[in-house]
């Protein structure tokens, strides 16, 4: 238990410097997507399997896919976006791979002795969903409502804050012209060196 906490421990920390440090936002979000993955397992194996399966239900499919539509309007209207080779043939093998690891956790979770520990707070650990179990849905509820209500609130502000932000960044930058006939000039003159730009 000791050598795979050390070793997510590891992972997680390279996954956030990944995130950090990666040259192209795409690749931020890959990153971002492996410590999420990362951070369901350390949950997994504190029994906390509710925790788990949020964090890869919320973060992993709403969140990330809120990234990704950032980062697509950051991108857009810069250049025509070229068509790259079709990659879907190459992820079969990765995903089966992938959905096997999950159901061996999920097997592996199945088929354990709950282990019941009593920590200082009174909270035990141990089938998911008993009354005073850590990670069970009442606990969850009564900590994120209660006592982490504020931070709470808070990153949902932030996160707002910031998609506003991106939209007002990546809005429409076209030039105010008094008459109709020069606005279709300029619009007509911007398609003209996007093209191009395409074509360098």
Known sequence: MTIAF??????LVASAMFVITAKKPVHSVA????????????????SAEF?????????SGAILMLFVFVIALLSSGVAPFSVGPDRLPKIAAPATLIVAVLLGFVA???SREPIVLANE???????????????????????LFTTN???????????????????????????????????RIVE?????????AGEE
Do not use: C, K, N
Request: glycine fraction near 10%.
């Open 6 to 11: 050390w070793a997510l421990a590891v992972l």
């Open 31 to 46: 990153g971002l997507l492996a410590h999420f993955f990362f951070l369901a397992i350390t949950y997994f194996m504190l």
């Open 51 to 59: 925790l788990a399966v949020i964090q890869l239900i919320v973060y």
């Open 108 to 110: 592996y979770g199945i």
């Open 121 to 143: 707070h009174g909270v035990a650990a141990g089938p998911v969903g008993a009354a005073g179990v850590f990670g069970s849905v009442a606990d969850f509820g009564h900590a």
């Open 149 to 183: 209500l504020l931070p709470f609130e808070i990153t949902a502000f932030i996160l707002m804050v910031a998609v506003i932000g991106v939209i007002l960044l990546a809005g429409d930058h076209v030039p105010y012209v008094p008459t109709r006939r020069r606005a």
């Open 188 to 196: 007509r003159d911007m398609r003209e060196a996007i093209v191009r």
